[in-house]
């Protein structure tokens, strides 16, 4: 079990706000993402298997 915070948000609910799908709604959000790749990162597994 992870560490335990006073206002623990679920995990589901996390990942709507701030997960992958949610983040290539919004113009912003795909942004973000573009400037993720641009630094290296990998951000789901569909970005690995190409």
Do not use: P, W
Not at 5 to 32: D, N
Request: hydrophobic content about 30%; glycine content about 8%; some cysteine.
């Amino acid at each position: 079990m992870g560490m335990h915070y006073e206002k623990r948000i679920s995990r589901i609910k996390r990942k709507r706000k701030c997960g992958f799908r949610a983040r290539m709604k919004t113009k912003a959000g795909r942004k973000i993402m573009n400037a993720k790749r641009r630094a290296g990162r990998s951000l789901n597994v569909a970005d690995k298997m190409q």
